[in-house]
């Protein structure tokens, strides 16, 4: 699971997600597994560690042409994943558990990751 890949369609904005490389198609088109990079500046991802959750959080656009369309926690055992939609916060929480890392996808600017040890 921690090798979790995401595709993302770039016409209908559908997200799968494997646990291995796989050819992937939706809307016609053949999805390359996007790569996550390391966030920068205007993609810094912001962990807050409340009991038992991670609260994480992002100061990046939410406009309908430029937004953070999902948030995500990676573990080994599986991923909590929440869809955002432009005008919302881009925030959400995560139980803490075994997480590997956490994930923002821009639908500009590709998914960015972090390790928690490292946020
Ligand atoms: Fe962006």
């Known amino acids: 699971m921690a090798k979790s890949v995401f595709y993302v369609c770039p016409i209908c904005g559908n ?18 597994p996007v790569e996550p990079e ?32 999902f948030l995500a926690a990676v573990s080994d055992r599986g991923v909590q994943f929440v869809k955002l939609y432009p005008e919302e916060n881009a925030q959400a929480r995560f139980r803490i558990d075994r997480v590997q890392r956490l994930c923002a996808y821009c639908n500009r600017h590709g ?5 928690p040890a490292n946020a």
Do not use: K
């Open 15 to 32: 997200v799968i997600r494997t646990t291995g490389e796989a050819v992937i198609s939706c809307c016609g088109v053949t999805l390359p």
């Open 38 to 69: 390391p966030p920068d500046p205007e993609h810094r991802i912001r962990v807050e560690i409340t009991e038992d959750e991670y609260y994480v959080t992002l100061a990046h656009p939410m406009r309908r042409d430029h937004f953070i369309s």
């Open 111 to 115: 998914l960015f990751e972090v390790s």
